[in-house]
C-alpha cells in the first residue's frame, strides 16, 4: 500500500515515519508542498498516486491562531480543502488529522464521534473547518481526532514542565481542564493499525485514563525524580489568549471496534522519558 504523509517533520509526523516500517510510506514536509497551494499540492500527488493520503500537517499554535486567525485558517481550512480536492481528483483516500479542541467542553461524558462540534476558539475553528472540507470533497475518508499531544520530536507540555523546573523552585498549572494526553508513538501506531483496517468516518484516538494538566505535570515529575511542588490554578488565573474546553475526553469506543486499544497515558510517560534521555533532553 502506498501511503503519502503530508506533515512529516512535526511532532507526530517524525513518530509516524519511525513506527511505520511496513507498506510505502512517502514523508512529505512544507518543502515538497506548501498545502495551502493548490498547484503544489498535485503536483505531490501526481509525482507520488498514493492510495491513502495521511495528513498531519497542520498550523497548530493555540494562541497563536488567536493572534493570526487568518494564518490558521489558511493552513487548517483552506490548506485541507486543497488536499481533499487533489485527492478526489485522482482517486485517493485522506487520513485526517483533528483535535478534541473542535468540542465546547461542556460535555460530562467522553465525546462521541457523532456529537455536535463547537469550538470554543480560532484553532478549534479552523480544524473544525478542515474536516468540513475532508466531508464536503471526499467520498473516502477518516477523520481522527486526538488530545493533548506529546513526543520527543516536539516541544511538549511534558518537556517545558521538566524545563521550568530547573528553573523554578514552584510550578504553578492549570487544574480546571480534564482530557487524556496521548504519547505520539502510541498514536502513530494506531494510526498505521486504522489505515490498515481501511477505516473510515470518525474515531478518536487518545491514550487511555484522563487527567487535569495539573496531575498531568505532577506524575512528569514524579517520573522524571523531581521533587518540585506543583501548584493548582485555574484557567483564568493561567491567562491564555486562546479559551480552552474545560472537559474535552474523547471516547475510545469507535477505536475499539477495529480492536485496537491504547495504554493509559501514565504508562506512556516512562518510554517517553527515555527518548528524551537517549536525546539529551533530559538527564
Ligand atoms: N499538538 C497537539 O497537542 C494536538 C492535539 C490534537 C490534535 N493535533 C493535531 O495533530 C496533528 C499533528 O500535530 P503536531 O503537534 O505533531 O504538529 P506540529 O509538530 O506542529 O507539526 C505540524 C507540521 O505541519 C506542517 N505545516 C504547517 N504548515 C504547513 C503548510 N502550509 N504546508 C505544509 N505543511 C505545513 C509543518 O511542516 P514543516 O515542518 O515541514 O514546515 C509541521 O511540521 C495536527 O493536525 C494537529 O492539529 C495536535
Not at 506529546?150 to 523546573?165: D, H, Q, T, V
Amino acid at each position: 500500500m502506498r501511503v503519502l504523509l503530508i506533515g512529516a517533520n512535526g511532532m507526530l509526523g517524525k513518530d509516524i515515519v519511525q513506527e511505520w516500517q511496513d507498506d510505502e510510506l512517502i514523508p512529505a514536509t512544507s518543502r515538497d508542498a506548501d498545502i495551502r497551494n493548490y498547484e503544489q499540492v498535485e503536483r505531490l500527488i501526481t509525482a507520488t498516486r498514493p492510495e491513502w493520503i495521511l495528513l498531519t500537517a497542520a498550523y497548530t499554535d493555540v494562541d497563536g491562531s488567536e493572534r493570526d486567525p487568518e494564518a490558521a485558517f489558511a493552513v487548517n481550512g483552506k490548506g485541507t480543502e486543497n488536499v481533499a480536492g487533489v485527492a478526489q481528483k485522482y482517486g485517493a483516500k485522506v487520513f485526517y488529522i483533528s483535535t478534541d479542541y473542535v468540542f465546547d467542553g461542556q460535555g460530562k461524558r467522553p465525546y462521541e464521534p457523532a456529537d455536535p462540534i463547537a469550538p470554543i476558539n480560532v484553532y478549534g475553528e479552523s480544524k473544525a473547518r478542515g474536516e468540513q472540507a475532508i466531508q464536503a470533497s471526499l467520498r473516502d475518508w477518516c477523520i481522527v481526532r486526538t488530545s493533548w499531544l506529546f513526543g520527543a520530536s516536539g516541544s511538549s507540555f511534558p518537556e517545558k514542565i521538566l524545563r521550568a523546573a530547573e528553573t523554578r523552585p514552584e510550578l504553578s498549572v492549570v487544574s480546571d481542564q480534564v482530557g487524556s494526553p496521548t504519547y505520539t508513538r502510541d498514536l502513530a501506531v494506531a494510526i498505521r493499525g486504522l489505515v490498515h483496517a481501511d477505516a473510515r468516518g470518525f474515531v478518536s484516538v487518545t491514550n487511555s485514563g484522563t487527567c487535569s494538566w495539573f496531575e498531568f505535570a505532577q506524575e512528569i515529575l514524579r517520573q522524571a525524580g523531581k521533587n518540585n511542588p506543583v501548584k493548582p490554578i485555574d484557567t483564568v488565573q493561567a491567562a491564555r489568549a486562546a479559551t480552552r474546553p474545560a472537559y474535552s475526553v474523547l471516547s475510545p469506543a469507535a477505536l475499539h471496534t477495529f480492536g485496537i486499544t491504547v495504554r493509559h497515558w501514565r504508562e506512556a510517560l516512562p518510554p517517553y522519558l527515555a527518548e528524551l534521555r537517549n536525546m539529551g533532553k533530559l538527564t
